[in-house]
């Protein structure tokens, strides 16, 4: 009597199964084909040299020596790489909570406020640096009529090697609104009990803050930390747009080497290795976060200290 229940159940499931990968296959042709087939094939070619017509020649390692021990402009290029990343995720992260702890008051016209703060992470990227390109202009740019204004010289935003980085690194954390939006649902999943019992025992609002606030949003901090890392790690759109990898080497991202070598220059094999060198460092830096987030990422109900 208990068979055909089970053979039914089995016929049921394994439909389902086969539906449930039906409508899986056009994601899993997508990931394989567009980002799988041309991560292993950027591997291969990191071993050759080829201009994209000619014959491919088999070199080796000769493309990572060459780039470790006779290119100059690689270390400058992964020195701001770096330096960009650390300003903006950094300050993105910081700015992104603050005003997502902002944004979760009752204030009025909350729902205003918050679609203007996600509104320019949703502008088309090229249409936001061109207009920060007007704001940072040394002639006419509004800033700089800002800085004249009080009193001061006008600041070289863009054509300054020190500045240049500063200043592209603050345009990122501008379009953080990705950002404050998840940060602002996690706020509104922290227990409001907790606030509560912390302030009938006297804790005053910066404690609450950092003792039951951040705790509770630790998982997001890091969910936060993690995509924005890996993001700004692979930046190139203010070098295209604004600085052409200027001035001098300030904005030669390694993204950005990767464009000139490869399809500026025909060296596919040279381009491949530089993609291949940044595939390593974002995955060193995402395996450092990883391992150190269990000290710190506190889940409801963990009886860590």
Not at 33 to 39: A, D, E, G, R, S
């Amino acid at each position: 009597m208990t068979v055909k229940p089970i053979k039914k159940l089995v016929k049921y499931n394994k439909a389902e199964t086969r539906t449930a990968w039906l409508c899986l296959l056009p994601s899993v042709i997508g990931l394989v084909c567009i980002t799988y087939l041309p991560m292993i094939a950027s591997f291969a070619l990191s071993l050759f040299n080829w201009d994209g017509l000619g014959e491919m020649q088999y070199k080796g390692l000769h493309n990572y020596v060459k780039l470790f021990t006779s290119d100059t402009k690689f270390y400058s290029s992964l020195w701001v790489t770096l330096k960009y990343s650390f300003m903006s995720v950094t300050l993105s992260i910081v700015y992104s909570m603050m005003i997502a702890l902002l944004l979760n008051r009752k204030i009025p016209a909350r729902s205003f406020f918050r679609a203007i703060f996600y509104l320019p992470y949703v502008l088309p990227a090229m249409a936001v640096y061109l207009g920060w390109k007007w704001l940072y202009d040394f002639n006419h740019g509004f800033l700089n009529y800002i800085v004249r204004l009080l009193g001061f010289a006008p600041v070289k935003f863009l054509d300054s090697s020190t500045l240049v980085t500063p200043s592209l690194a603050f345009i990122a954390v501008w379009l953080s609104g990705n950002l404050i939006v998840i940060f602002l649902a996690g706020l509104q999943n922290v227990p409001r009990t907790y606030h509560e019992a912390a302030e009938i025992d006297g804790a005053n609002a910066w404690q609450r803050f950092w003792k039951i606030t951040i705790p509770c949003m630790t998982p997001i901090i890091f969910y936060n930390l993690l995509m924005s890392l890996v993001s700004n790690l692979q930046v190139i759109t203010p070098a295209l747009s604004l600085t052409k990898g200027g001035p001098g080497t300030g904005s030669y991202y390694m993204c950005f080497m990767l464009y000139q070598q490869a399809f500026k220059s025909h060296k596919y094999g040279y381009g491949s290795a530089v993609a291949v060198v940044l595939f390593i460092l974002i995955a060193i830096f995402t395996a450092i976060l990883f391992a150190t987030s269990k000290g710190w990422i506190f889940y409801e109900g963990d009886d860590k200290e």
